[in-house]
């Protein structure tokens, strides 16, 4: 199983030199493993995955994931090229009873005037909705993928994905500490290979933001510690943390749990690689 992520930021995407280490696009996951594709939220990471797929093989498929539907995971999504190329193939699931329904409302709405110039149904891939629910898990080519909900207002999923006897747990905007970790949230995280987790905040930061429904890097190392995961990935950082700043915070994570480190842009993560510390 192969990992790599497009889009690392949290709330809104941003730029400069300040940030161009760890990258300013929005939440996008990329896991592969045997020739197949899931995609995790649509932030503005995706534009870039979906450059790099348009420049390989044709047509192409792609299973979606989506965590929740707040716009910093679902606003790149327009801009995802292979969506509008006839003979694609995208199977997307949305949180909920009905998040077949919800996910391609979302999708359809943000698409049309005046907010863009472009309807959904310009896309021509073939694109199919379904619903992710809490404990039911789905067989994906080589992957069992099982969604599990999360401390976050309106609500979240989690994602547990395991592939060839590894295991890839993807957790952004959930507000958790080891206090007030749920049961059923810590079974879905233990003994990952890798546990990408929402570490938005320092300690200090996170005082004023209670609520708001994200955690700090310290309660996310430990977390991992105590669940036994392998790695860790700090993600969904905030917008006024530059490079210096994310990095600052992940020696600090590291302090907790050793194989901490900050998700960036680019990053490319094979489950047998050996553990690194920022």
């Not at 716009?71 to 790149?76: E, F, K, L």
């Not at 995208?90 to 943000?110: A, I, S």
């Not at 430990?222 to 490079?243: M, S, T, W, Y």
Request: glycine content about 10%.
């Amino acid at each position: 199983m192969e990992i790599r992520f497009w889009g690392v930021r949290g709330s809104v995407a941003v730029s400069g030199a300040q940030v161009a280490g760890i990258g300013g696009n929005t939440s996008c996951v990329e896991v592969t493993a045997e020739g197949h594709r899931l995609i995790l939220d649509a932030g503005t990471g995706i534009r870039g995955l979906g450059d790099e797929m348009m420049a390989g093989p044709r047509p192409t498929q792609a299973t979606f994931f989506f965590s929740h539907l707040h716009w910093d995971h679902v606003q790149g999504f327009p801009f995802f090229t292979p969506a509008f190329m006839p003979g694609n193939e995208l199977h997307m699931f949305g949180p909920g009873q009905n998040g077949d329904v919800e996910l391609e409302k979302v999708l359809r709405k943000q698409m049309q005037p005046p907010s863009f110039p472009v309807p959904l149904d310009a896309m021509r891939a073939t694109r199919r909705f379904g619903s992710a629910l809490p404990g039911v898990s789905q067989e994906v080519g080589p992957f069992k993928v099982t969604p599990f909900e999360l401390p976050h207002p309106q609500g979240c999923l989690g994602y547990r994905i395991e592939a060839g006897g590894r295991s890839f747990v993807y957790a952004t905007d959930v507000e958790v500490s080891l206090e007030s970790l749920p049961s059923q949230v810590a079974h879905s995280f233990e003994g990952a290979d890798a546990l990408c987790l929402d570490a938005q905040y320092t300690p200090d930061e996170y005082v004023p933001r209670k609520g708001w429904g994200h955690s700090t890097m310290i309660d996310a190392a430990r977390i991992a510690r105590e669940v036994g995961a392998q790695r860790l990935f700090l993600f969904h950082h905030d917008p006024a943390h530059n490079d210096d700043v994310v990095r600052t915070m992940a020696r600090e994570a590291c302090n907790v749990f050793e194989a901490a480190e900050p998700a960036r842009e680019g990053l490319t993560v094979r489950l047998a690689e050996l553990p690194w510390c920022a």
